[in-house]
């Protein structure tokens, strides 16, 4: 008698519904601790690149000191004070320290020969602004001109353009000497757009803490002051500031560059309770 040794089996063919479901449910459990992560490195690397461009302007505004007799760059140069009034060039600052930072190839007001600084009618360069913030072209933009858009402003106890109530401004940039501890005093911080229309990344004048609303008197409260204004609370803020009067998020950080060259990301907290890295006499009182 032939016995057959081959048994039938059943064939799978394919996953069960249940096994589907297991792998799909793993799959959205590992996404769900992965993309946060992914975000904070992105965040993160896009904090080190802002942190490296803060530190290019930075220099490159001491370069630009040093040619000019030590006097820090000006938010908007050619004013003339004993006519009041302006000569060539009129530039911001910006226009005027992209020489140190790339070659300039511009058509407009500012230049055309690639050796003087940023013409008005190009953009400037990537490194005036933030990676976390979307760009905005200041091409034909007659009211935010290139040059008065930037991720960062620069202070106003530097250039001394705005000056708290009852101070006489006199437009004109202090110089380093003036700075008694340049370690401590910022020159650049990343601001909030309160000088051009809504969805540029910036504007290159910062308010300073002792910039405010009310007479200047000692000793300074800072109820209502400039930096709360004009700061920008780019990393690590719980909510987004939306309008000039309302206040960053204290305790997200600021990538901030000093007179002495060097960089840090500081708590804005820090920038917006106390005069403490705005007063160029080291005294926490402007100036």
Not at 5 to 34: D, N
Not at 242 to 250: A, K, L, W, Y
Request: proline share 7%; hydrophobic share 35%; glycine share 10%.
């Amino acid at each position: 008698m032939h016995i057959d040794t081959k048994s039938p089996r059943t064939v799978r063919s394919g996953f069960t519904l249940i096994e589907l479901l297991v792998v799909i449910a793993i799959i959205a459990i590992l996404a769900a601790i992965l993309f946060p992560v992914f975000a904070q490195a992105k965040a993160a690397a896009k904090k080190t690149a802002a942190i490296s461009n803060a530190k290019q302007l930075t220099l490159a505004s001491i370069m630009y000191s040093g040619d000019v007799d030590d006097v820090f760059t000006p938010y908007f140069s050619g004013y003339v004070p004993a006519t009041s009034s302006y000569t060539s060039p009129q530039e911001y600052w910006p226009q005027l320290i992209s020489p140190y930072i790339q070659k300039v190839n511009g058509t407009g007001p500012g230049g055309g020969n690639g050796t003087v600084a940023q013409a008005l009618d190009t953009d400037l360069s990537g490194v005036f602004f933030d990676p976390i913030e979307t760009f905005k072209s200041q091409k034909g933009d007659s009211g935010c001109p290139v040059g008065n858009v930037s991720s960062w402003g620069i202070s106003d106890d530097i250039v001394n353009w705005w000056e708290p109530d009852g101070v006489a401004t006199t437009y004109l940039p202090v110089s380093q000497g003036q700075v008694v501890a340049p370690a401590s005093a910022l020159v650049f911080v990343e601001t909030y757009d309160w000088l051009c229309d809504p969805g540029y990344p910036g504007s290159s004048l910062a308010l300073s803490y002792f910039d405010d609303n009310h007479t200047y008197t000692q000793p300074y409260d800072g109820a209502q002051n400039g930096a709360k204004q004009t700061v920008q609370s780019p990393y690590q803020a719980s909510y987004v500031k939306t309008s000039f009067s309302m206040e960053p998020d204290p305790k997200g950080f600021n990538n901030v560059g000093f007179a002495d060259g060097h960089v840090k990301s500081i708590a804005v907290g820090q920038l917006t309770h106390s005069g403490q890295y705005w007063s160029i006499g080291n005294n926490n009182q402007w100036p």
